[in-house]
Each structure stands twice: as C-alpha cells, then as structure tokens.
C-alpha cells in the first residue's frame, strides 16, 4: 500500500480512503488473475514431536504469488476473498496443491504417516466439499486420516446446521479436525463438547507470552498452557503449540506437556521445492549420524 503523509488530519483520511479502495481494488484484480493464471500456492509448515523433534506433519498456508509483485500473504487475501466470494475457488487450489504436495513428500521420503492440515473459512463449508475431497484423496492415494480440517471458532460460532453437517461427515470419513487459535476467542470450552474436535492449536500469543519480561505474564502463560493442555488431554485431544521461535520455549512447552508445536525454530512456512530440500538434508544428516 502506499502510505502518504498528509498535512492535516482531513487529507490523510482522504487520502486513507482512496488508498485503501484503491489497494483492495488491486488485491481484487490480483486474486482475479491469480485463479485464472493459477498463482495460488501451498506453502508449508513442519509440525513436530515436541518430545524427539520430528516431523509429524505439515500445515499448508497459501500464498499468491504474483510474478511480479510477489507474494501476497493470506491475511491481504481472505477478508477480501470471503467478501468477494472468490474463496471457495481459491480454497479448492490450495486444497489441490497442498494434497499434491503431500503425497509427493510421501513418495520421495517412503512414509505414509505424516499428516496434512488444512486451513478452512467458513465459507468453504460447502455439502460438495466431502465430494471433492474424497476424489482428491483417491486421486493421490491418501488416506482420509492423514487430513486434519482446522477451524477456527468462527467457523463454529456460525451455527449453521450446513456447516455441522459438512464437519461431521468429514470427521466420519475419517479426517479430524483441529480448533486453530485456541484461547483467543469467547467460549472455546463449549465447542470442544459440541463438536468432535480431535486437535487443539494453542494460539502463538500464549507462546509469546512465556518469553515476557514479566515474571508474573511467564507464570500466568504457563499455567494457562496448562490448564488448557489438562482439559484438552481429557477429552481426548492432542495439543499443539503455536509459534514457538526459541529453544526455551520448545523445552517448557515439552514441560508443560503440549505435545505437538510450529514455529519459525523449526522451520518458517516453506514452498514445496524448498520443503523437500530441507527433509533431504535432515534425512541425510540422521543418516551420517547413524553411520
Ligand atoms: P494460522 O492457521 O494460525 O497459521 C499460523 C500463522 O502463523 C501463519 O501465518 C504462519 O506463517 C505463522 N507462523 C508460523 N510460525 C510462526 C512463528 O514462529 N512466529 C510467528 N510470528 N508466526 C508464525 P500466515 O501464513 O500469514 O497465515 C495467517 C492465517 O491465514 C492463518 O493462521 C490462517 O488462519 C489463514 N490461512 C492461511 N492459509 C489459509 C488457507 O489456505 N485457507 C484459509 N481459509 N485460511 C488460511
Ligand atoms: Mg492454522
Ligand atoms: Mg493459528
Ligand atoms: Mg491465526
């Protein structure tokens, strides 16, 4: 965007204004283009054992990326995607994309039990989307189980009787599905009652807030960590932490008994020629290790 300075308060949100229609008019026309030229990409992120460090999974975050320009994040997209309604064709690609991606890591690496997670919108919910799921599954010779749906509460929060008959199917078709951004929103708790929610995503605010200057923000973060993880584990739910970037963090959430964390430490979210470059290189590095 391009941000002028005004001289009084009036012109800059004027100017703000145009700025602004101006910039969504440009994302617009990029997502436009982008579905048609097929610049929608999915980027992907390890998730680890927290216990060994070792890749039980990927999240796939999409990415347009504009010969051009470059790459645009999906927080420029979504809002804009969703109002537009350009978001289930877009959340298609990336879907396409990302279950291509994993089966050829699985190919190159030989193993079949890593999993896939998939950001969804709530308006991706479609009745079609088991269909085109499933198909691409088929396709690629995945197994339902190694797709994890995650949502956030917003999806939830809907209470569209669409919405819970599309999950529920998924979840009977064997794919789980994650609560993303837990404990940022009003009243996660019920959701994990209503709802056969199999992974909880601890936000990466609560991860952040262990490395506080504050004693007292260190303390209360990993008691809430706690409790969160206490709950989640009694109802049957694995736990996930978001965003860890140091080393210290990785150890108190072990500590703390999350069992699954992302972050930028172990890898930042990575297209699909340099995920591969990087699980060739830790493949060989265990394998001189071993020798
Ligand atoms: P999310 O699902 O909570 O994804 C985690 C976000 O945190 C990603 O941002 C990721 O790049 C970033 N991240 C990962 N590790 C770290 C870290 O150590 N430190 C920090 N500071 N950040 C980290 P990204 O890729 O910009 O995605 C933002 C959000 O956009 C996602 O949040 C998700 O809600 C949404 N999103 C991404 N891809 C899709 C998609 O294909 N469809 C839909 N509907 N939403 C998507
Ligand atoms: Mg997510
Ligand atoms: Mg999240
Ligand atoms: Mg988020």
Known sequence: ARKRDGKNGLRIFDTGMLDAARERHE???????????????????????????????????????????????????????????????????????????????????????????????????????????????????????????????????????????????????????????FGTGYSSLSYLNRFPVDIVKVDQSFTRSLSSSAADVRRKSRMLIKGIRTISHQMGCTVVAEGIESKEQWQLLRKLGVDYGQGYLFSRPLPIGGMLTMLENESEAKASASN
């Open 27 to 181: 994302i617009e026309q990029c997502i436009e283009a982008g579905l048609k030229e097929d610049w929608f990409e999915a980027w992907l992120q390890p998730i680890v054992n927290l216990g060994d460090g070792q890749i039980v999974g990927f999240e796939a975050l999409m990415r347009l990326n504009h010969p051009e320009r470059g790459l645009l994040a999906p927080g420029k997209i979504i809002n804009i995607a969703e109002e537009t309604g350009t978001i289930g064709r877009i959340g298609e690609r990336v879907l396409e994309r990302a279950i291509g991606h994993l089966a050829t890591i699985s190919r190159l690496d030989g193993t079949q039990d890593t999993y896939l997670a998939i950001n969804f919108s709530p308006l991706q919910f479609e009745l079609t989307l088991p269909h085109k799921l499933a198909a691409l599954l088929l396709k690629h010779h995945i197994a339902p189980q190694r797709i994890v749906i995650e949502i956030t509460e917003a999806v939830l929060m809907l209470d569209n009787p669409e919405v819970h008959a599309v999950l529920k199917q998924l979840n009977e078709f064997g794919c789980r599905i994650a609560l993303d951004d």
